[in-house]
């Protein structure tokens, strides 16, 4: 993946901390997401940034994606419990709540 260096710090792809890849055979793509709440695609053949996406679920981290059968549309899930249904134009075609009223937390055992 293209990687930026800034003098003095480690080389890194997003701002914040990488929650979720995924590849996109169709695309030939690699999508990652982060806990800022951001989106990228990356072009698998030269690591090239082709697609950012900010603030998918606002102030929530992202939790988990996955694309659909045909993979033209991506589902992001947020720790917000919403789950988003995404084009890769970064259009959001559907938002369903699935967390009721109240944000996703982990279930205590």
């Given at each position: ?7 003095g710090r480690r080389v890194t792809s997003h701002e ?89 937390t982990s279930p205590r055992f």
């Open positions: 993946m293209e990687a930026k260096r800034e003098e914040n901390s990488v929650t979720c890849v995924l590849y996109n055979s169709l695309f030939r793509q690699v999508i990652s997401s982060d806990s800022g709440s951001s989106v990228i695609c990356w072009l698998v053949d030269t690591g090239q940034k082709v697609k950012q996406f900010h603030r998918c679920h606002g102030d929530a981290e992202i939790s988990t994606m996955a694309l659909d059968g045909t993979q033209t549309r991506l589902f992001t899930a947020g720790t917000d419990g919403v789950v988003k249904i995404w084009d890769f134009n970064g259009h959001c075609h559907h938002r369903l709540n699935a967390g009721g009223t109240r944000p996703w």
